[in-house]
């Protein structure tokens, strides 16, 4: 991390989603962000895997992410639900600016504002803080590494819906549908 990065606290529900988690992992560093998380959210995130997916525990080291401290204070965060004051606090103890979760409206403006951290949304986090640069990056290893369907970046870059509903790529003249195997 350098000087100009500043830290942003994966909540469980995203960190159990692969493509988001990755999205968020490789577009960090070249954003100059570097996104965190605690024990008790990776174990959260664990729980919730669908089945024949790797534990975060086991693909953490693999990113070179640590762990971040368990916060201590959780009870001060009364205005937040009972089942993120953990998440909440565990963010402070960390120092994150950001705290990227699905649940935005379970964590309270007031306790937000007392632990200095802004919740958001990862779409929302992605589109407003991610670079060309950092977005690139994860669209390309993206492509590489995935193989349900394996897509080059310009394909998970266009994807549209069809007018039938179904969901097509388009790169050049060729069109593929989902489920179709790449020629």
């Known amino acids: 991390m350098t000087a100009e990065s500043f830290l942003v606290f994966l909540d469980a529900n995203v960190l159990a989603r692969p493509v988001t988690r990755t999205l ?3 577009s960090g560093p070249p954003s100059g962000f570097a ?12 729980r ?10 086991e ?14 204070n959780a009870v001060v965060f009364a205005a937040t639900s009972p089942n993120d004051r953990q998440v ?20 309270a403006a007031t306790d937000l504002a007392r632990a200095g951290i802004a919740a958001v949304g990862p779409d929302l986090f992605l589109s407003e803080r991610t670079t060309r640069a950092g977005y690139r990056e994860a ?19 266009f994807t549209r819906r069809s007018a039938d509903g179904t969901r097509a790529c388009t790169a050049g003249t060729q069109t593929r549908t989902q489920g179709q195997q790449a020629q």
């Open 59 to 72: 693909l953490r080291p693999g990113w070179g992410t640590a762990l971040t401290p368990t916060g201590s």
């Open 35 to 46: 996104p965190v998380w605690s024990a008790t959210v990776e174990a959260e995130a664990d």
């Open 24 to 26: 968020l992992l490789l």
């Open 88 to 107: 909440l606090a565990d963010a402070a103890a960390a120092g994150a600016l950001f705290l990227v979760t699905d649940n935005v409206a379970d964590f």
């Open 139 to 157: 669209i390309e290893w993206l492509s590489t590494h995935m193989t349900s369907p394996r897509l080059t970046a310009h394909h998970r870059t």
């Open 48 to 57: 919730h895997l669908r089945p024949r997916q790797k534990p975060v525990a």
